[in-house]
């Protein structure tokens, strides 16, 4: 269990490879060693993650896991709590995609809001369903300020994200009654490997200062959060711009 500080002893990260979610995990386990779950598709990504982990004392398990196989979602999650309870369970999969293909092969929108909305409303139940069981726990769920008003240049992918926001914030309050915490984060550009190469947009971050606001959240059960926290007043002030004002602001 969570400990009076806040301190998980176990942490499911579905997304294994995410930067920004092992970032998490790795701040947590900088107080003490974990048991962790690291659910993605194998890789050497995610041989390599793991073994990271393992440098720091942690106890890891991989399990095949494709957002894609939805089918597929209710044994992973099983399996990751078959070796005991989960205290933290960290949604951080999702795809970017490209923008101008999305809006243009019905095919390929699908799949990133398969991925990106259906996929993360999945695990989000079947999370629910296993943390009420234990009757304690807490969900992390990364969504985006790309989801608080679309952009042209991004705009099947914030909604995607938009669709993932209200879900889990939802949650927040359905499993209030359960003693199980749901955290929504809302990042805005972080430095990864699926933002290489494109241009920095304000207020642009790393996957470390996300974790830390993200681990403080936890910790404080706080219900939302944005990484870093004056992005929360830029996205109020471009949320509340007429549109004709907004259409004009750089991509």
């Known amino acids: 269990m969570i ?10 990260l579905l ?8 970032a998490v995990v790795e701040a ?26 393992e440098a720091r004392g942690c106890a890891v398990e991989t399990l095949p896991f494709d957002a894609e196989a939805l089918d597929g979602h209710a044994d992973v999650i099983g399996k990751a709590f078959a070796g005991g309870d989960i205290d933290v369970a960290v ?22 809001a398969q991925v990106n909305y259906t996929a993360a409303v ?25 989801g608080e008003r679309a952009r042209r240049s991004n705009f099947v992918y914030g ?35 699926m933002t290489e190469g ?3 947009a ?12 993200t681990v403080d959240a936890v910790r404080k059960r706080r219900e939302l959060v944005w990484a870093p926290p004056p992005v929360r007043y830029l996205m109020s002030v471009l949320r509340h711009l007429p549109r004709p004002v907004f259409r004009k602001l750089p991509a």
């Open 202 to 213: 304000p207020l642009s971050t790393t996957p470390e200062v996300v974790a830390a606001i």
């Open 159 to 193: 909604s995607t994200k938009a669709g993932l926001d209200a879900f889990y914030s939802g949650l927040t309050e359905a499993l209030r009654p359960h003693g199980v915490a749901v955290t929504v984060v809302r990042p805005g550009f972080v430095h990864t490997r």
């Open 3 to 12: 400990d009076a500080v806040g301190n998980p002893q176990s942490i499911l």
């Open 91 to 112: 949604v951080a999969f999702g795809v970017l995609g490209d923008n101008e293909r999305a809006w243009t092969d019905a095919s390929y929108a699908v799949r990133m």
């Open 15 to 22: 997304g294994g490879t995410s930067e920004i979610g092992l």
């Open 28 to 53: 947590f386990a900088s107080d003490r060693p974990l048991r962790v779950v690291l659910a993605a598709r194998p890789s050497d990504r995610l041989d390599a993650a793991r073994a990271r982990l």
């Open 122 to 146: 999945s695990v989000g139940v079947l999370l629910a369903e296993r943390m009420r069981e234990q009757g304690h726990g807490s969900i992390v769920a990364f969504s985006s300020v790309a």
């Open 198 to 200: 494109m241009r920095p």
